[in-house]
Protein backbone atom coordinates (compact mmCIF):
# COMPACT_ATOMS: atom_id res chain seq x y z
CA UNK A 1 0.00 0.00 0.00
CA UNK A 2 0.88 3.57 -0.39
CA UNK A 3 1.08 3.84 3.11
CA UNK A 4 3.79 1.32 3.48
CA UNK A 5 5.63 3.05 1.03
CA UNK A 6 5.38 6.00 2.17
CA UNK A 7 6.59 5.22 5.38
CA UNK A 8 9.59 3.91 3.97
CA UNK A 9 10.36 6.73 1.88
CA UNK A 10 10.21 8.52 5.02
CA UNK A 11 12.17 6.70 7.12
CA UNK A 12 15.48 7.88 7.04
CA UNK A 13 13.42 11.31 7.88
CA UNK A 14 12.40 10.83 11.85
CA UNK A 15 13.96 13.75 13.78
CA UNK A 16 14.28 16.48 10.43
CA UNK A 17 12.09 19.11 11.41
CA UNK A 18 10.79 19.81 7.92
CA UNK A 19 10.11 18.57 4.57
CA UNK A 20 12.24 19.65 1.85
CA UNK A 21 12.90 19.08 -1.65
CA UNK A 22 15.20 16.33 -0.88
CA UNK A 23 13.11 14.42 1.93
CA UNK A 24 10.09 14.11 0.16
CA UNK A 25 11.34 13.31 -3.34
CA UNK A 26 10.41 9.60 -2.71
CA UNK A 27 7.08 10.19 -1.71
CA UNK A 28 5.70 12.64 -4.01
CA UNK A 29 6.85 9.88 -6.60
CA UNK A 30 5.15 7.31 -4.80
CA UNK A 31 1.75 9.77 -4.68
CA UNK A 32 1.85 10.03 -8.13
CA UNK A 33 2.32 6.19 -9.05
CA UNK A 34 -0.23 5.74 -6.99
CA UNK A 35 -2.72 8.65 -8.83
CA UNK A 36 -2.26 7.16 -12.03
CA UNK A 37 -2.63 3.81 -11.12
CA UNK A 38 -6.08 4.52 -9.81
CA UNK A 39 -7.17 6.02 -13.06
CA UNK A 40 -6.12 9.32 -12.42
CA UNK A 41 -5.92 11.58 -15.71
CA UNK A 42 -2.08 12.27 -16.36
CA UNK A 43 -2.52 16.27 -16.90
CA UNK A 44 -4.29 16.39 -13.59
CA UNK A 45 -1.92 14.36 -11.37
CA UNK A 46 1.19 16.19 -12.94
CA UNK A 47 -0.57 19.78 -11.90
CA UNK A 48 -1.50 17.71 -8.11
CA UNK A 49 2.37 16.98 -7.58
CA UNK A 50 3.46 20.68 -8.12
CA UNK A 51 0.98 22.10 -5.70
CA UNK A 52 1.77 19.37 -2.96
CA UNK A 53 5.16 19.62 -3.59
CA UNK A 54 4.61 23.80 -2.80
CA UNK A 55 2.49 22.88 0.13
CA UNK A 56 4.99 20.43 1.79
CA UNK A 57 8.33 22.50 0.91
CA UNK A 58 9.84 23.72 4.42
CA UNK A 59 6.56 23.02 6.06
CA UNK A 60 7.25 22.26 9.84
CA UNK A 61 5.75 18.73 11.14
CA UNK A 62 3.40 19.35 13.70
CA UNK A 63 5.21 17.71 17.27
CA UNK A 64 2.23 14.77 17.14
CA UNK A 65 3.06 13.51 13.74
CA UNK A 66 5.70 12.18 12.21
CA UNK A 67 7.23 13.69 8.42
CA UNK A 68 5.49 10.75 6.60
CA UNK A 69 2.03 11.43 8.49
CA UNK A 70 2.31 15.32 7.95
CA UNK A 71 2.62 14.72 4.11
CA UNK A 72 0.09 12.34 3.82
CA UNK A 73 -2.00 14.98 5.46
CA UNK A 74 -1.15 17.37 3.00
CA UNK A 75 -2.15 14.97 0.05
CA UNK A 76 -4.90 13.90 1.15
CA UNK A 77 -6.18 17.70 1.66
CA UNK A 78 -5.60 19.03 -1.57
CA UNK A 79 -7.25 15.52 -2.74
CA UNK A 80 -10.56 16.41 -0.94
CA UNK A 81 -10.17 20.24 -2.67
CA UNK A 82 -9.75 18.32 -6.23
CA UNK A 83 -12.79 16.17 -5.64
CA UNK A 84 -15.17 19.41 -4.30
CA UNK A 85 -13.69 20.50 -1.19
CA UNK A 86 -16.70 20.45 1.65
CA UNK A 87 -19.43 21.18 -0.74
CA UNK A 88 -22.60 19.21 0.40
CA UNK A 89 -23.77 16.75 -2.53
CA UNK A 90 -27.50 17.91 -3.63
CA UNK A 91 -30.02 18.28 -6.35
CA UNK A 92 -31.44 21.79 -7.13
CA UNK A 93 -34.70 20.54 -7.91
CA UNK A 94 -37.00 23.80 -8.46
CA UNK A 95 -39.72 22.92 -10.73
CA UNK A 96 -43.07 20.86 -10.04
CA UNK A 97 -42.52 17.90 -10.87
CA UNK A 98 -38.91 17.95 -10.69
CA UNK A 99 -36.96 16.07 -13.55
CA UNK A 100 -33.73 14.27 -13.34
CA UNK A 101 -32.24 13.58 -16.87
CA UNK A 102 -29.86 10.46 -17.09
CA UNK A 103 -27.46 10.20 -19.77
CA UNK A 104 -24.65 8.29 -20.19
CA UNK A 105 -22.93 5.62 -22.41
CA UNK A 106 -24.61 1.90 -22.60
CA UNK A 107 -23.53 -0.25 -19.42
CA UNK A 108 -22.54 2.50 -17.18
CA UNK A 109 -25.75 2.00 -14.83
CA UNK A 110 -28.29 4.48 -16.36
CA UNK A 111 -31.18 1.79 -16.11
CA UNK A 112 -30.00 0.44 -12.59
CA UNK A 113 -29.79 4.33 -11.12
CA UNK A 114 -32.93 5.59 -12.75
CA UNK A 115 -34.29 2.54 -10.54
CA UNK A 116 -31.63 3.78 -7.58
CA UNK A 117 -32.73 7.39 -7.86
CA UNK A 118 -36.57 6.51 -7.74
CA UNK A 119 -36.42 4.41 -4.37
CA UNK A 120 -33.92 7.29 -2.86
CA UNK A 121 -36.96 9.69 -3.30
CA UNK A 122 -39.60 7.13 -2.50
CA UNK A 123 -38.12 7.41 0.88
CA UNK A 124 -38.47 10.96 1.66
CA UNK A 125 -41.62 10.16 0.71
CA UNK A 126 -41.80 11.67 -2.59
CA UNK A 127 -43.96 9.99 -5.42
CA UNK A 128 -41.72 9.69 -8.02
CA UNK A 129 -42.09 8.24 -11.78
CA UNK A 130 -39.40 6.87 -14.18
CA UNK A 131 -39.82 7.01 -17.65
CA UNK A 132 -38.63 4.69 -20.53
CA UNK A 133 -37.03 6.81 -23.35
CA UNK A 134 -34.47 3.98 -23.92
CA UNK A 135 -36.00 3.10 -27.16
CA UNK A 136 -32.86 2.09 -28.63
CA UNK A 137 -32.65 -1.27 -26.83
CA UNK A 138 -36.15 -2.84 -26.26
CA UNK A 139 -34.68 -4.76 -23.76
CA UNK A 140 -33.56 -1.91 -21.33
CA UNK A 141 -37.67 -1.28 -21.00
CA UNK A 142 -38.44 -4.62 -19.40
CA UNK A 143 -35.26 -3.80 -17.40
CA UNK A 144 -36.80 -0.24 -16.23
CA UNK A 145 -40.56 -1.95 -16.18
CA UNK A 146 -39.15 -4.97 -13.84
CA UNK A 147 -37.12 -2.51 -11.69
CA UNK A 148 -39.95 -0.43 -10.99
CA UNK A 149 -42.25 -2.87 -9.96
CA UNK A 150 -39.54 -4.22 -7.37
CA UNK A 151 -39.69 -0.86 -5.67
CA UNK A 152 -42.84 -0.43 -6.61
CA UNK A 153 -42.58 3.24 -8.60
CA UNK A 154 -44.74 3.36 -11.63
CA UNK A 155 -43.11 3.30 -14.97
CA UNK A 156 -44.10 5.40 -17.93
CA UNK A 157 -43.36 3.17 -21.28
CA UNK A 158 -45.83 5.16 -23.90
CA UNK A 159 -45.61 3.71 -27.30
CA UNK A 160 -42.04 2.16 -26.56
CA UNK A 161 -40.73 3.28 -29.95
CA UNK A 162 -40.25 7.35 -30.32
CA UNK A 163 -38.15 9.08 -27.20
CA UNK A 164 -39.38 12.47 -27.35
CA UNK A 165 -42.60 11.19 -27.63
CA UNK A 166 -42.82 9.05 -24.77
CA UNK A 167 -41.32 11.75 -22.96
CA UNK A 168 -43.78 14.51 -24.50
CA UNK A 169 -46.75 12.19 -22.91
CA UNK A 170 -44.65 10.96 -19.69
CA UNK A 171 -44.57 14.92 -19.14
CA UNK A 172 -48.22 15.44 -19.08
CA UNK A 173 -49.25 11.74 -17.33
CA UNK A 174 -46.58 13.02 -14.62
CA UNK A 175 -48.75 16.35 -14.03
CA UNK A 176 -52.15 14.73 -14.05
CA UNK A 177 -50.86 12.07 -11.40
CA UNK A 178 -49.20 15.17 -9.26
CA UNK A 179 -45.91 13.10 -9.06
CA UNK A 180 -43.67 15.26 -8.14
CA UNK A 181 -40.27 13.81 -9.59
CA UNK A 182 -39.79 12.31 -13.00
CA UNK A 183 -36.57 10.16 -13.86
CA UNK A 184 -35.61 9.92 -17.21
CA UNK A 185 -33.98 6.96 -18.47
CA UNK A 186 -32.64 7.70 -21.90
CA UNK A 187 -30.94 5.76 -24.57
CA UNK A 188 -26.81 5.08 -24.86
CA UNK A 189 -24.71 3.57 -27.09
CA UNK A 190 -21.21 1.91 -26.46
CA UNK A 191 -19.58 5.15 -28.45
CA UNK A 192 -20.92 8.71 -28.99
CA UNK A 193 -22.68 8.96 -31.71
CA UNK A 194 -24.76 11.88 -33.63
CA UNK A 195 -27.92 10.40 -33.30
CA UNK A 196 -27.84 9.76 -29.69
CA UNK A 197 -26.65 13.27 -29.14
CA UNK A 198 -29.59 14.82 -31.52
CA UNK A 199 -32.19 12.60 -29.62
CA UNK A 200 -30.83 13.72 -25.92
CA UNK A 201 -30.44 17.17 -27.19
CA UNK A 202 -34.31 17.63 -28.42
CA UNK A 203 -35.02 15.73 -24.87
CA UNK A 204 -33.29 18.46 -23.17
CA UNK A 205 -34.83 21.18 -24.73
CA UNK A 206 -38.49 19.84 -24.62
CA UNK A 207 -37.91 18.91 -20.90
CA UNK A 208 -35.67 21.44 -19.67
CA UNK A 209 -35.03 19.52 -16.96
CA UNK A 210 -33.96 20.28 -13.01
CA UNK A 211 -30.74 17.99 -13.20
CA UNK A 212 -29.13 16.31 -16.28
CA UNK A 213 -26.81 14.15 -14.46
CA UNK A 214 -23.93 11.51 -17.05
CA UNK A 215 -23.72 8.06 -15.08
CA UNK A 216 -20.29 7.60 -15.58
CA UNK A 217 -18.78 3.31 -15.27
CA UNK A 218 -15.68 3.93 -12.58
CA UNK A 219 -14.13 0.35 -14.38
CA UNK A 220 -13.94 2.22 -17.14
CA UNK A 221 -11.00 4.53 -16.06
CA UNK A 222 -9.29 7.28 -18.81
CA UNK A 223 -12.46 6.71 -21.55
CA UNK A 224 -14.66 8.15 -19.20
CA UNK A 225 -13.13 10.84 -18.81
CA UNK A 226 -13.12 11.75 -22.48
CA UNK A 227 -16.79 10.88 -22.90
CA UNK A 228 -17.73 12.96 -19.80
CA UNK A 229 -16.37 16.07 -21.66
CA UNK A 230 -18.34 15.10 -24.58
CA UNK A 231 -21.42 14.98 -22.64
CA UNK A 232 -20.76 17.90 -20.73
CA UNK A 233 -19.94 20.09 -24.27
CA UNK A 234 -22.94 18.93 -25.81
CA UNK A 235 -25.77 18.56 -22.44
CA UNK A 236 -23.83 21.11 -20.34
CA UNK A 237 -24.12 18.81 -17.44
CA UNK A 238 -25.24 19.21 -13.57
CA UNK A 239 -23.41 16.84 -12.24
CA UNK A 240 -22.35 12.70 -12.25
CA UNK A 241 -23.13 9.47 -10.88
CA UNK A 242 -20.30 7.72 -10.69
CA UNK A 243 -21.19 3.70 -10.55
CA UNK A 244 -19.68 0.68 -9.65
CA UNK A 245 -17.04 1.56 -7.33
CA UNK A 246 -18.21 -1.70 -5.41
CA UNK A 247 -15.71 -3.05 -7.70
CA UNK A 248 -12.16 -3.22 -8.24
CA UNK A 249 -11.74 0.71 -9.34
CA UNK A 250 -9.83 2.78 -7.55
CA UNK A 251 -11.92 6.01 -8.35
CA UNK A 252 -9.60 8.28 -9.65
CA UNK A 253 -11.89 8.52 -12.23
CA UNK A 254 -13.82 10.81 -9.77
CA UNK A 255 -10.63 13.32 -9.54
CA UNK A 256 -10.51 13.30 -13.62
CA UNK A 257 -14.14 13.98 -14.25
CA UNK A 258 -14.27 16.46 -11.63
CA UNK A 259 -11.18 18.51 -13.24
CA UNK A 260 -12.10 18.18 -16.43
CA UNK A 261 -15.63 19.21 -16.36
CA UNK A 262 -15.98 21.00 -13.04
CA UNK A 263 -19.31 19.34 -12.51
CA UNK A 264 -20.31 17.95 -9.51
CA UNK A 265 -19.95 14.29 -8.88
CA UNK A 266 -23.66 13.94 -6.92
CA UNK A 267 -23.68 10.54 -6.50
CA UNK A 268 -21.91 7.12 -6.18
CA UNK A 269 -23.15 3.84 -7.17
CA UNK A 270 -21.74 0.97 -4.90
CA UNK A 271 -23.70 -2.20 -5.94
CA UNK A 272 -26.50 -3.99 -8.69
CA UNK A 273 -29.13 -3.44 -5.88
CA UNK A 274 -31.65 -0.99 -5.51
CA UNK A 275 -30.11 0.51 -2.64
CA UNK A 276 -26.39 0.64 -3.46
CA UNK A 277 -26.71 4.81 -3.75
CA UNK A 278 -25.01 6.70 -2.07
CA UNK A 279 -24.54 10.49 -1.87
CA UNK A 280 -20.72 11.82 -2.89
CA UNK A 281 -18.89 12.82 0.11
CA UNK A 282 -15.14 14.14 -1.46
CA UNK A 283 -13.29 13.05 2.10
CA UNK A 284 -14.49 9.47 2.11
CA UNK A 285 -12.78 8.86 -1.58
CA UNK A 286 -9.66 10.80 -1.17
CA UNK A 287 -8.22 7.92 1.20
CA UNK A 288 -9.55 5.30 -0.70
CA UNK A 289 -8.12 7.10 -3.94
CA UNK A 290 -4.43 6.36 -1.84
CA UNK A 291 -5.42 3.07 -0.72
CA UNK A 292 -5.39 3.47 2.53
CA UNK A 293 -8.74 3.65 3.78
CA UNK A 294 -10.55 6.49 5.91
CA UNK A 295 -7.78 5.49 8.20
CA UNK A 296 -5.37 8.51 8.51
CA UNK A 297 -7.70 10.40 11.11
CA UNK A 298 -7.84 7.29 13.30
CA UNK A 299 -3.87 7.24 12.99
CA UNK A 300 -3.46 11.19 14.02
CA UNK A 301 -6.10 10.28 16.99
CA UNK A 302 -4.26 6.99 18.09
CA UNK A 303 -0.87 8.88 17.91
CA UNK A 304 -2.25 11.57 20.08
CA UNK A 305 -3.97 9.79 22.56
CA UNK A 306 -3.10 6.48 23.34
CA UNK A 307 0.29 5.77 24.78
CA UNK A 308 2.57 3.84 22.40
CA UNK A 309 4.57 2.00 25.15
CA UNK A 310 1.24 0.91 26.91
CA UNK A 311 -0.01 -0.61 23.76
CA UNK A 312 3.10 -2.30 22.93
CA UNK A 313 3.35 -3.78 26.34
CA UNK A 314 -0.14 -4.85 26.53
CA UNK A 315 0.83 -6.72 23.06
CA UNK A 316 3.82 -8.32 24.06
CA UNK A 317 1.79 -9.58 27.43
CA UNK A 318 -0.94 -10.66 24.82
CA UNK A 319 1.19 -12.74 22.79
CA UNK A 320 2.90 -14.50 26.25
CA UNK A 321 -0.51 -14.95 27.28
CA UNK A 322 0.01 -13.05 30.35
CA UNK A 323 -3.09 -10.70 29.49
CA UNK A 324 -5.29 -10.18 32.24
CA UNK A 325 -8.01 -8.90 33.02
CA UNK A 326 -6.16 -5.42 34.49
CA UNK A 327 -4.90 -5.34 30.90
CA UNK A 328 -8.09 -6.05 29.92
CA UNK A 329 -9.40 -2.87 31.36
CA UNK A 330 -6.37 -0.60 29.83
CA UNK A 331 -7.27 -1.48 26.89
CA UNK A 332 -11.02 -0.38 27.18
CA UNK A 333 -9.78 2.76 28.86
CA UNK A 334 -7.37 3.67 26.02
CA UNK A 335 -10.54 2.99 23.47
CA UNK A 336 -12.49 5.01 25.51
CA UNK A 337 -10.48 7.86 25.35
CA UNK A 338 -10.23 7.86 21.11
CA UNK A 339 -13.90 9.00 21.42
CA UNK A 340 -17.83 7.65 21.05
CA UNK A 341 -17.52 3.55 19.24
CA UNK A 342 -19.63 5.33 16.43
CA UNK A 343 -17.10 7.56 15.65
CA UNK A 344 -14.07 5.26 15.82
CA UNK A 345 -15.55 2.29 13.66
CA UNK A 346 -16.26 5.20 11.25
CA UNK A 347 -12.79 5.79 10.45
CA UNK A 348 -11.75 2.22 9.89
CA UNK A 349 -12.60 1.49 6.10
CA UNK A 350 -14.42 -2.53 5.57
CA UNK A 351 -16.87 -2.13 8.83
CA UNK A 352 -20.17 -2.56 8.06
CA UNK A 353 -22.19 0.01 9.55
CA UNK A 354 -25.71 -1.48 9.52
CA UNK A 355 -26.78 -3.56 12.36
CA UNK A 356 -24.45 -2.36 14.64
CA UNK A 357 -25.83 -0.79 17.96
CA UNK A 358 -23.75 1.81 19.12
CA UNK A 359 -25.00 2.57 21.82
CA UNK A 360 -25.31 -1.05 23.27
CA UNK A 361 -21.54 -0.93 22.01
CA UNK A 362 -20.90 1.87 24.00
CA UNK A 363 -22.98 1.05 27.27
CA UNK A 364 -21.06 -2.72 27.03
CA UNK A 365 -17.69 -1.31 27.45
CA UNK A 366 -19.31 1.21 30.40
CA UNK A 367 -20.67 -2.47 32.02
CA UNK A 368 -17.34 -4.05 31.38
CA UNK A 369 -15.43 -1.25 32.98
CA UNK A 370 -17.96 -0.97 36.15
CA UNK A 371 -17.61 -4.67 36.43
CA UNK A 372 -13.63 -5.05 36.64
CA UNK A 373 -13.07 -1.81 38.35
CA UNK A 374 -14.89 -3.86 41.40
CA UNK A 375 -12.48 -6.76 41.13
CA UNK A 376 -9.68 -6.72 43.73
CA UNK A 377 -6.30 -6.77 41.96
CA UNK A 378 -5.48 -10.73 42.08
CA UNK A 379 -9.15 -11.77 40.70
CA UNK A 380 -7.52 -9.06 37.94
CA UNK A 381 -4.27 -10.78 37.65
CA UNK A 382 -6.61 -14.36 38.13
CA UNK A 383 -9.63 -14.65 37.19
CA UNK A 384 -9.86 -18.06 37.56
CA UNK A 385 -10.55 -17.40 41.33
CA UNK A 386 -13.76 -15.95 40.75
CA UNK A 387 -16.08 -17.93 41.99
CA UNK A 388 -19.69 -17.81 43.23
CA UNK A 389 -19.57 -16.12 46.03
CA UNK A 390 -17.06 -13.45 44.70
CA UNK A 391 -19.33 -12.77 41.83
CA UNK A 392 -22.68 -11.99 43.74
CA UNK A 393 -19.98 -9.53 45.45
CA UNK A 394 -18.98 -7.90 42.48
CA UNK A 395 -22.34 -7.94 40.68
CA UNK A 396 -23.39 -5.74 44.01
CA UNK A 397 -20.36 -3.60 43.64
CA UNK A 398 -20.86 -2.50 39.79
CA UNK A 399 -24.47 -2.86 39.74
CA UNK A 400 -24.82 -5.60 37.16
CA UNK A 401 -25.51 -9.18 37.41
CA UNK A 402 -24.26 -12.31 37.45
CA UNK A 403 -24.81 -13.45 33.55
CA UNK A 404 -22.77 -9.99 33.16
CA UNK A 405 -20.01 -10.90 35.25
CA UNK A 406 -20.53 -14.62 33.47
CA UNK A 407 -20.65 -12.88 30.12
CA UNK A 408 -17.13 -10.87 30.84
CA UNK A 409 -15.21 -14.10 31.89
CA UNK A 410 -16.31 -16.08 29.22
CA UNK A 411 -15.36 -13.62 26.47
CA UNK A 412 -12.13 -13.27 28.58
CA UNK A 413 -11.92 -16.89 28.09
CA UNK A 414 -12.40 -17.17 24.50
CA UNK A 415 -9.76 -14.09 24.24
CA UNK A 416 -7.31 -16.33 26.12
CA UNK A 417 -7.47 -19.18 23.67
CA UNK A 418 -7.49 -17.04 21.04
CA UNK A 419 -4.05 -15.61 21.94
CA UNK A 420 -3.14 -19.21 21.80
CA UNK A 421 -3.13 -19.41 18.52
CA UNK A 422 -2.44 -15.83 17.39
CA UNK A 423 1.03 -16.53 19.49
CA UNK A 424 1.57 -19.22 16.97
CA UNK A 425 1.45 -16.52 14.14
CA UNK A 426 4.54 -14.82 13.38
CA UNK A 427 4.30 -10.75 12.66
CA UNK A 428 3.20 -9.61 15.74
CA UNK A 429 2.99 -6.51 14.64
CA UNK A 430 -0.33 -7.24 12.52
CA UNK A 431 -1.61 -7.83 15.75
CA UNK A 432 -2.86 -3.93 16.97
CA UNK A 433 -2.63 -2.53 13.84
CA UNK A 434 0.99 -1.07 14.45
CA UNK A 435 0.56 2.61 13.23
CA UNK A 436 3.76 3.90 10.64
P1 LIG B 1 -27.31 1.24 -18.81
O1 LIG B 1 -27.03 0.55 -20.10
O2 LIG B 1 -26.52 2.51 -18.70
O3 LIG B 1 -28.75 1.44 -18.56
O4 LIG B 1 -26.74 0.29 -17.66
P2 LIG B 1 -27.53 -0.70 -16.69
O5 LIG B 1 -28.27 0.06 -15.66
O6 LIG B 1 -28.31 -1.67 -17.51
O7 LIG B 1 -26.31 -1.40 -15.98
C1 LIG B 1 -25.37 -2.20 -16.67
C2 LIG B 1 -24.84 -3.28 -15.75
O8 LIG B 1 -24.10 -2.69 -14.70
C3 LIG B 1 -25.96 -4.05 -15.07
O9 LIG B 1 -25.57 -5.41 -15.04
C4 LIG B 1 -26.02 -3.50 -13.67
O10 LIG B 1 -26.48 -4.43 -12.74
C5 LIG B 1 -24.57 -3.12 -13.43
N1 LIG B 1 -24.43 -2.02 -12.50
C6 LIG B 1 -25.00 -0.81 -12.52
N2 LIG B 1 -24.60 -0.05 -11.49
C7 LIG B 1 -23.74 -0.80 -10.77
C8 LIG B 1 -22.96 -0.56 -9.57
O11 LIG B 1 -22.96 0.51 -8.94
N3 LIG B 1 -22.19 -1.60 -9.16
C9 LIG B 1 -22.15 -2.78 -9.83
N4 LIG B 1 -21.36 -3.74 -9.35
N5 LIG B 1 -22.85 -3.02 -10.94
C10 LIG B 1 -23.64 -2.05 -11.41
MG1 LIG C 1 -30.34 1.16 -19.79
Redesign the pocket.
Known amino acids: SIQKKLSKAFKNLKGQGKLSEKNIKDAVREVKMSLLEADVNYKVVKDFVERVKEKALGKEVLESLTPDQEFIRIVRDELIELMGGNEKPKLNISKRPGYIMLV ?11 AKLAKYFKKQGKSPLLVAA ?1 TY ?1 PA ?1 ID ?1 LVQLGESIGVPVFTGDRKNAVNIVKEAMDYAEKLLHDIVIL ?1 TA ?1 RLHIDEEMMNELVEIKKLVEPDEILM ?1 V ?1 AMIGQDAVNSAKEFNDRLELDGFIV ?5 DARGGVIISIRQITNKPIKF ?5 KVD ?1 LELFYPDRYASRILGMGDVLSLIEKVETEIDKEKAEEAANKFLEGKFDLNDFLEQIQQIRKLGPLSKILEMIPGIPKEGIDFNKGEEELKKIEAIINSMTKEERRKPRIINYSRKQRIAKGSGTTLQDINKLLKSYEQMKKMMKQVKKMKNKKSLFGKMP
Open positions: GLQGSGKTTHADRAQDGVDTKLDGVGVGED
